[in-house]
């Protein structure tokens, strides 16, 4: 058949889809992109799914929905099934405290509703800090798959039987496909949850069915190799700027899943360029089936499923007994990306590629030579005795996993503090913004030192932070500093303590927060008339940031204010020295900005922190507090 010559090519595309989600899940924020390789999986079901049934109609008038479905089945099971239990025997004997909900969390991924699962489950910010990740939660896609694969054969047959011509069943498809993507984007724009949006089957349908459409009029046994040159060149342009478009979206900011383009309109764009290139791919006019095949990718592309099902469990174990991967996160990574292959091509040798020509004779066959005692292939019996093993331990896993205790992380000590600091903050920055335009004639440094020192003398504040490394005189100076804060849900934990000593500072921190958010925030405040001569930043918890991001924020704050950013602590993550090593290179390229050098003060006092190694206990946040008031204090305007 001409479609297995192609063949090659789309595996050239799910290597670079596979690529795309290790690298996400890798760093985030630098390929703030990655997770669009999901789409491409996506399309590319769409598409090969609906050319095949689409070819079978129009050949035989009708399409065997048993044998698609038998083998799907034998396609996708063995390997979901093996990392289900692989890792549910892991959890067992290695790391308990992700026992919680694991029946459900199976049970779900077998009958294909994971990411409604997901949808109803959402998983606390807070988990993600304390090795409670779960190494699950990329498997949503599967339950897509698979939702697709189960009603799909009945959406064609319905199709083919009452639409009748191709053309009118394109412009069914394709109208549906933009719905889904339109649904999207009012969802999101009406501030709904966004788990609903991102793991919703219906929100998600536009990949799947912009692929569909594009086989109803691009089927691939309908498409000529004699085209004449022109033509061909102008296939090789349309891939090539697809293929651009593609790393450009990739590569890009604008499409970090926190950013509201991403959800109204730049999947779908993504989307459609994908659909294209496939197009491109399949048409053996072009030249691009052949620049996508090379060796390596063809092996990527045909070991795909196993490395998207593995990287997950891989990365979130590993990591669990690594704590310290912020200060090795190069090495790290690289062990990582060699244990995902390794597992993957192991896998794909033992249960993929055998599973997927198992028949009810050749399990017979199996199991009867496995017991056999004259037969000496103890490599066979070894590998069945593991399997049994993982199998049994796997599945007390998931039996007992009811009676595990669910630890709710919106509920504990950090996460109250953090709620309630927020919810005073709103408050306080509300009176503090009115009476900002109110706010004195500026004082000559000098003065205002030399009253401090008396009324350090006279009537202390703050007594109870002196212990904390600060002096009485520095309290008092903390008094009469106007700051206006902006941070993350490290400085939100401690907003109440910077709020004590800094009784004049409007401080703005919230959960999940990133470099993105803080450009707006920025220009409310600067809009309001309360934009401080000291500007207080830390960010950097959640994700790292580029030297542009950073030359952007300081000319947005102007040369007239001194900025102070708090530098990160957060060794469970591969970006904390790379925010760190970032922020010292601007403090040398700016005299107005002052690195608070967090991370050196506190990297030896781990009983400072929670248990995520990030977050400051209440003693930490005194020092916290104390350490960085202390620094501002000695560059401050007032």
Known sequence: MKKNRFITGYSGLRALAVIGV???????????????????????SGYLVTDHMLRSYQEKGSYDNKRFYLHRIKRLYPQLIAVLWLSSAWIVLFQRNLLAKLNQIVISNLLNVYNFWQILNGQSYFERFVSNESPFTHLWTMSIEGQFYILWPIVIFLLVKFAHSRKHIFWIIFAFSLLSALEMAILYLRGTD??????????RFFSLGLGAAMAVIWPVEDLRSSIAKRNSRILDLTGLIAFVGMLLMFFS?????????TYCGGMLIFSIL??????????????????????????????????????????????????????HAT?????????????????????????????WQGTKNYFSHLFDMRNNNWSKKVMAAFVAFVLIIGSIGIAISPTAKSVDFNKTQLAKRIKANCAKQQKDNQALIKKFKKTPKKQKTSKVVQ???????????????????????????????????????VMAGSSNDLKQLMPK???????????NVAFGLLSSYQNQGALADNVLIGLGTNGPFSMGDLDRLMNQVGKKRHVFWINTHVPTRQWQDQVNSLLDQAQKRY????????????????????????????????YYSAYIVKTIVKNAKF
């Open 194 to 203: 966004i788990n609903r949006i991102y793991y919703g089957t219906d929100t």
């Open 451 to 489: 009253k401090a020192k008396k009324e350090a003398k006279k009537h202390p504040v703050n007594k109870s932070y002196v212990k904390y490394g600060i002096s009485q005189v520095d309290l008092q100076l903390a008094q009469q500093m106007p700051v206006t804060a902006i941070g993350d849900s």
């Open 274 to 327: 994908t659909t294209i290139m496939i197009a491109i791919i399949a048409h053996p006019g072009s030249h691009w089936n052949r620049i996508l095949t090379n060796p390596v990718f063809s092996w990527i592309g045909s070991r795909s499923y196993g490395i998207y099902l593995y990287q997950f469990p891989v990365m979130i174990f590993f990591e669990d007994k690594m704590t310290d991967i912020g200060d």
């Open 591 to 622: 005299d107005n900005l002052t690195v608070i050098n967090w991370y050196g003060y506190s990297k030896n006092h781990p009983n400072w922190f929670y248990q995520d190694k990030t977050h400051p206990t209440p003693k930490g946040s005194k």
């Open 253 to 261: 900011s604008t499409m970090n899943p926190q950013t509201a383009f």
């Open 22 to 44: 290790i690298l996400y899940h890798l760093d985030p924020n630098t390929f703030g992109g990655g997770y669009l390789g999901v789409l491409i999986f996506f399309v590319l």
């Open 505 to 515: 500072a409007i401080i703005d921190a919230a959960v999940s927060r990133q470099m």
């Open 331 to 359: 090495l790290y990574h690289i062990i990582e990306i060699i244990l995902i292959l390794l597992i993957s091509e192991a896998t794909y040798r033992l249960i993929e590629r055998p599973m997927g020509r198992i028949t």
